[in-house]
């Protein structure tokens, strides 16, 4: 672009005029004077592309940067920028321009073209340049203008979308990752985080970013999204940076934050559901079984135990989690959901891990915890409902009980019920028929007695669980007694309510032929227990019991029992003894 005074360094100062912009038509209709007729006045201008956004017009003192071809009225050009492949950068309205232009450039908008007219006193005047501008030469101008700024401008933040919640927003020491695009003012795309498949990862307020950004992302949200328009003063400046952003460029940028942090962050904890009776909290040491889901600050879900139908099982306060998570954890009631929120150095840090969790991430865990608890812990008992009256005998190891039963996990899940089923649930307390918890909680009851047990994994079906019980799953059993009756001792499938007969095999030989078969032995059996002298062993078939009671006394194994065969279990208790001496 030619300066006032020579096309190359002179300048020379005009007093400013009164701006006129006037289509060239609009000349015409007025009667003025055109390029073929007698001299113009004053610029004429026609503004033949305008774009439908111009939210700045050129004004005197501004810093613009433009592209020009210049000609004669036959068409000649005696110049243009776009041959040197450079911009006219300068200050418009100063006198450093001839006159001519410093009026056509007033008003314009970024991406505006202009044809400018300028007549000669307007221009070069009747001593033009030598060897390039006759004189009193009209010059036409192509004008498009890239760019417009002020040294007064400040960083104009315009913020396109915000999150409803926002949690936290951007201050200086913070530590962001954010995707951008970056463009001149005339929109021509210089860079973008986009392309390379990744956040922009930097400090706020700490020297890394451009002034002009430092400035625009302070206050943001995680998720929101701005546009962000930075004065060449507090970008690049007059050096530009490489091939990419000329000398005195405005830049736009439009922003999406992804997340934010502070190096000074803990973890922060959000109760979102609480249960109401909450009685006891985790803590360092505990085994606990949760759902969760994970995402990115900025909404991205990166994992999730519900996509896996399985709840995370982990000791937590001993490492085996990563340290936030480990801290967000304990505390917690088991039903509680919470929000954990943890900072990258309580996380995966700036490496980041897999392809779901970049470096230097905020995680946030959406937490339901579904159970915990420690392997010193015992089986929990509480008593529902006690009779008041004959409750003098209770439930021992050895007895033999029925009770029903609702089995489910401590978040309510229903797994087994003896109501399921015909009768009640038959088993020999001691006889590791049923898991030890509920063994346990069995003994001490006494028959109507209800109670609620909560019986740890270790007494339940451990880290592996059975079919329908999840591993490392505490138990709630809600059980009542029906009926007890007094076990046999270790050993003893029969026993006598009073001294046997002093002629036991002479009693058990029905036909007194010296031998007794086992149809004998059974009726003897049947009849001591029917008269109430004997019992044999609760919660057994009868018949198999007394087979197995004969079997023990049929030594040879013939089929019939003898009086050298047969013998007191107590007997043969006391010869093991002599033996042993």
Not at 370 to 382: G, L, Q, S, T, Y
Request: proline share 6%; glycine share 10%.
């Amino acid at each position: 672009m030619f300066l006032a005074g020579s096309p190359s360094h002179t300048l020379r100062r005009f007093p400013m005029l009164r701006l006129l912009l006037l289509l060239q038509t609009l000349e015409r209709g007025l009667g003025r004077a055109s390029p073929a007729g007698a001299p113009l006045d004053d610029v004429v201008i026609e503004r033949y592309h305008i774009p439908r956004a111009c939210p700045r017009e050129v004004q005197m003192g501004d810093f613009v940067r433009y592209h020009y071809n210049g000609t004669f009225e036959d068409g000649k050009k005696f110049d243009s920028s776009y041959d040197r492949s450079t911009l006219v950068a300068i200050i418009v309205g100063v006198g450093r321009l001839i006159t001519g232009m410093d009026r056509g450039l007033m008003g314009m908008c970024v991406n505006e073209r202009r044809r400018l007219i300028v007549p000669p006193h307007l221009g070069y005047g009747s001593i033009g340049v030598a060897g390039l501008i006759p004189p009193d030469a009209t010059l036409y101008f192509d004008v498009v203008l890239l760019d417009v700024w002020n040294k007064a401008d400040t960083v104009q933040v315009t913020i396109l979308l915000r999150p409803p919640l926002c949690p936290r927003m951007v201050q200086n020491s913070d530590f962001v990752r954010y995707h951008y695009n970056g463009t001149l003012l005339d929109g021509t795309a210089f860079d973008n985080s986009y392309s390379r498949g990744g956040t922009y990862d930097t400090y706020i307020g700490s020297g890394w970013l451009i002034k002009g950004m430092d400035q625009g992302l302070l206050g943001m949200c995680p998720g929101e999204k701005r546009k962000i328009i930075i004065p060449p003063f507090l970008a690049y400046g007059e050096k530009g940076y490489g091939t990419v952003i000329p000398s005195q460029a405005s830049l736009v940028f439009h922003v999406l934050l992804i997340d934010v942090h502070n190096p000074k962050d803990t973890v922060q904890l959000e109760t979102l559901e609480l249960p109401p009776d909450c009685v006891r909290r985790s803590v360092a040491g505990d085994f606990m079984r949760y759902h969760y889901n994970g995402s990115l600050m900025d909404g991205t879900l990166f994992d999730s135990s519900y996509s896996r139908n399985h709840t995370y099982n982990t000791y937590i306060g001993q490492g085996y989690i990563i340290p936030g998570m480990d801290q967000g954890l304990q505390g917690a009631c088991i039903g509680e959901r919470r929000r954990i929120t943890v900072p990258p150095h309580l996380a995966y840090g700036e490496n980041g891990t897999g392809d779901k969790i970049p470096g230097s991430a905020v995680l946030i865990f959406d937490v339901h915890v579904i159970d915990f608890h420690n392997p010193a812990d015992p089986v929990e008992i509480k008593t529902l409902f006690r009779p008041s009256e004959n409750c003098n005998e209770t439930a021992k190891t050895g007895d033999f009980v029925r009770y029903h039963y609702n089995c489910s996990l401590l978040d309510g899940t229903r797994l087994f019920s003896s109501y399921d089923y015909e009768a009640p649930q038959e088993i020999t307390l001691g006889a590791n028929k049923v898991i030890e918890g509920l063994d346990r909680g069995l003994q001490g009851m006494c028959v109507g007695e209800r109670r609620q047990l909560t019986v740890p994994p270790h007494l339940a079906h451990g880290e592996n669980g059975a079919r329908g019980v999840p591993g490392s799953a505490v138990l709630l059993f809600e059980v009542e007694l029906i009926s007890r009756e007094d076990g046999l001792p270790t050993g003893y499938l029969f026993v006598w309510h009073q001294d046997p007969p002093a002629s036991l095999f002479e009693d058990m030989d029905l036909n007194k032929d010296g031998e007794v078969p086992l149809e004998e032995f059974s009726s003897f059996i049947k009849a001591q227990v029917n008269e109430g002298k004997g019992r044999l062993m609760p919660g057994q078939d009868p018949e198999k019991t007394i087979r197995d009671m004969f079997q023990n006394q049929d030594r040879n194994q013939d089929g019939k029992i003898t009086g050298e065969e047969l013998k007191l279990k107590s007997d043969e208790d006391q010869e093991r003894i002599h033996e042993e001496l």
